[in-house]
């Protein structure tokens, strides 16, 4: 296996994980099997129900460490460290490498799309890139960040994305224009960060316990309520009714989830065992698309409904720390 690391290092946070992992599913929050979560988990992307049925542990095997999971209406996209990789949402025609550079230092981490573009972190070069959805056209330099960027999520109109040092997270224009730090603030390796139509939902990874999900209105700009009870989360995805994000493994590897009202802040209390057993989890993203059928094979169809802009999720990273 290519660039497979068992320890990801980031400036100021180390993190060991597992890459084989046993699941179990439990909920509290009420959810529908109509939609797939998917889950890094050290050298796979798992796949469940997004009500924590149906685990497919070794969905798709990948070339290096998962640090960000990204979806669209046709495929999954992810960056592990190595490159930036894509497959069907069957999880058929895997393509390990759709963009990634000769540099042996590279470090990629954090993916988002968009309906014309996909968009990732290369950390060792402090940049945000860009290329079209099957790779093609490629900018790499989209935005040069003025310290390590770690997780990336995009809008209709901005690209947001936190860093691995304390500062505020920073958004800019997807097709150019100048940055503009955002009175959010954030503490050490924010690499977790997804944004939907109401607000953007970022953390940072301390691996020392429990580490609210902090939320901000991107219309109103105002700071909404802490999410409470996630754990070093390496990822964030957002759904239109519902948050996800992954766990890291000193709360035992699992995926935690919270109910969303009308402003986009959290509703109940959260469930931090959607899925459970997990090894080493960054990078998250969520879907739209029925369970698959209990026959014939294929991928189902997608149903429409109210999938929400497709979110990056990051880890540490995008998805989403890193390990």
């Known amino acids: 296996m290519r660039g497979t690391r068992g320890r990801l290092r980031l400036r100021s946070t180390t993190l060991a994980f597992a890459t084989t992992a046993v699941l179990a599913a439990s909920g509290t929050l009420a959810a529908s099997a109509s939609a797939y979560i998917y889950v890094g988990d050290g050298s796979h992307i798992v796949r469940a129900n997004n009500d924590g049925t149906g685990v497919n542990p070794g969905f798709i095997a990948v070339d290096g460490f998962v640090c960000g999971v990204a979806v669209d209406s046709s495929h999954i996209y992810w960056t592990d460290l190595n490159s930036v990789g894509r497959a069907n949402l069957d999880g058929t025609n895997v393509q390990q490498d759709l ?61 947001y994305f936190a860093t691995t040092a304390s500062g505020p997270i ?37 691996a020392s ?9 991107t219309t109103s700009m105002s700071v909404l309520a802490d999410v409470p009870g996630a754990t070093a989360p ?44 997990l090894g080493g989890p960054c990078g998250i993203a969520v879907d739209s698309l029925p369970p698959p059928p209990p026959s014939g094979g294929g991928s189902p169809p997608p149903t429409g409904g109210d999938t929400p802009p497709p979110t990056g999720d990051t880890p540490p990273p995008t998805g989403s720390t890193p390990p």
């Open 99 to 159: 963009y990634t550079i000769a540099d042996p230092a590279k470090s990629f981490c954090g993916v988002a799309l968009d309906g014309s573009h996909v968009y990732w972190v290369e950390r060792n070069s402090n940049t945000i890139g860009r290329a079209d959805l099957d790779g093609g056209n490629p900018q790499p330099t989209l935005f040069t960040a003025a310290s390590q960027p770690c997780g990336v999520a995009v809008d209709g109109t901005y690209a």
């Open 170 to 206: 920073t958004r800019f224009p997807k097709d150019g224009g100048a940055p503009v730090a955002m009175g959010w603030a954030t503490g050490n390796a924010a690499c977790s960060i997804a944004v939907s139509d109401k607000a953007v939902y970022y953390a940072d990874h301390n």
């Open 209 to 217: 316990g429990a580490t609210p999900i902090h939320a901000a209105s």
């Open 234 to 277: 390496c990822g964030i995805a957002v759904s239109a009714s519902a948050l996800y994000w992954a766990n890291d493994p000193i709360a035992g590897g699992s995926v935690g989830t919270v109910a969303l009202g009308s402003d986009g802040g959290a509703v109940g209390a959260p469930n931090q065992s959607l899925l459970t057993g």
